[in-house]
């Protein structure tokens, strides 16, 4: 499992032709729809452990600092406050899955009600949108949008 993304979409990483025999059994088991992504690595999963062994190195000599604002982890789902969490986090984000559903709820639980999706496309907002629907949600995909937020937030 590489993505927990929704409740109804979940994303399998992994050798090519394992993934693509993961898809043909998940149809056969009533998957409703079965999309293989274009992506240049088995992101997500152990095959990646050489990368995050790059990445820990990377990040020992990094100018990694305390966080100001608690991140919500992908990984473990949980508050990062230090530098250390923080590097053990992005290390471990490389081979372990997104638990985004947890994230969200765990942003859910400790009161946020607004989410903000900065960028182009939707995709985060609608994956948050079935997680918590009662949550407000805004996508910011330009300049303008921005200073229109920030405007409606001033007021």
């Not at 056969?28 to 995050?52: C, D, I, T, W």
């Not at 406050?81 to 947890?102: C, G, K, N």
């Not at 939707?122 to 229109?148: E, F, H, M, N």
């Amino acid at each position: 499992m590489a993505n927990y993304n929704a409740p109804d979409q979940l994303v399998i990483s992994g050798g090519a032709r394992a993934v693509e025999r993961a898809g043909l059994l998940a149809k056969e088991r009533g998957a409703k729809r079965v999309l293989p992504l274009k992506v240049s690595a088995a992101f997500h999963s152990p095959l990646m452990r050489q990368a995050s062994e790059g990445m820990a190195y990377e990040l020992e000599h990094a100018d990694v600092r305390d966080l100001a604002v608690p991140l919500i982890a992908n990984v473990s789902a949980q508050e990062l406050r230090t530098a250390d969490e923080v590097r053990h986090e992005a290390v471990a984000q490389v081979v372990a899955p997104v638990r985004w559903i947890a994230s969200v709820q765990a942003m859910a639980g400790r009161g946020c009600t607004t989410f903000v999706e900065i960028g182009p496309g939707k995709v985060l907002t609608g994956l948050i949108r079935r997680i918590a629907p009662q949550a407000r949600l805004v996508t910011l995909s330009s300049v303008a949008d921005v200073r229109a937020f920030v405007a409606e937030s001033s007021s």
